[in-house]
């Protein structure tokens, strides 16, 4: 994504509520962009959604597949702790 795009992604999501821009009150160029109530409310909707999607995927996978899949999920899990706040 561009920085533009990012920018009105941004924007779309403040419109509706889901987000909060959020100055640092170090440095004037940076801007953390927060989950407001109904954002949390939102994503874990869509985590639920998406659960429930891998699992009736999942169901038509033999075992060593549905092992593949986990272990898979897992790795990316992992990569993604680090941007956690």
Known sequence: LTSGAMTALIGRLQ?????LREKDSNDARKHYVVL????VQSAQIVMERLNNKIGKVSESLDDLEQLQLRKTLKKIEERLKPFKT
């Open 15 to 19: 419109d509706r509520g889901l987000v």
């Open 36 to 39: 407001t109530e109904k954002g």
